[in-house]
């Protein structure tokens, strides 16, 4: 029952990435979308804080949104999720023991999003 608790929340940060992808589209850079969230966030007074990715020493912006002190958020640029992908975020949610992950990915014609907790869901 404890995924259902989070339901809500888990709707209103959908709700954010689609707002954000409807503005910016596809092609950005994946730091412009994560200075976005970040506005996005403040301005929907969401609380969050942002986490490095472990072993992420290849990039700078390389990290996800703690949300809601409990809800991981990542953010991808890639043209489909690929499973390693996929994998490599559902990792990172046992580095925070979250119960719930959302992953975006913007890089696709359309705003592409996998929710982890409980049941898997791509959309």
Not at 33 to 59: D, Q
Not at 85 to 104: A, C, I, R, Y
Not at 106 to 111: A, E, H
């Amino acid at each position: 029952m404890e995924n259902n608790t989070y339901q809500v929340e888990v709707n209103k940060l959908i709700e954010v990435g689609n707002y954000i992808y409807k503005q910016l589209g596809h092609g950005c850079q994946e730091k412009v979308y994560k200075e976005v969230m970040e506005l996005e966030l403040e301005l929907r007074n969401i609380p969050y804080s942002r986490k490095a990715k472990p072993n992420s020493n290849t990039r700078n912006n390389s990290e996800e949104f703690i949300c809601f002190d409990k809800i991981v958020v990542g953010l991808d640029t890639h043209s489909f999720l690929s499973e390693e992908q996929e994998n490599k975020f559902m990792d990172s949610l046992k580095d925070v023991d979250s119960p719930v992950g959302l992953l975006f990915n913007f890089g696709y014609k359309n705003l592409q999003y996998i929710k982890v907790g409980g049941q898997c869901v791509l959309q």
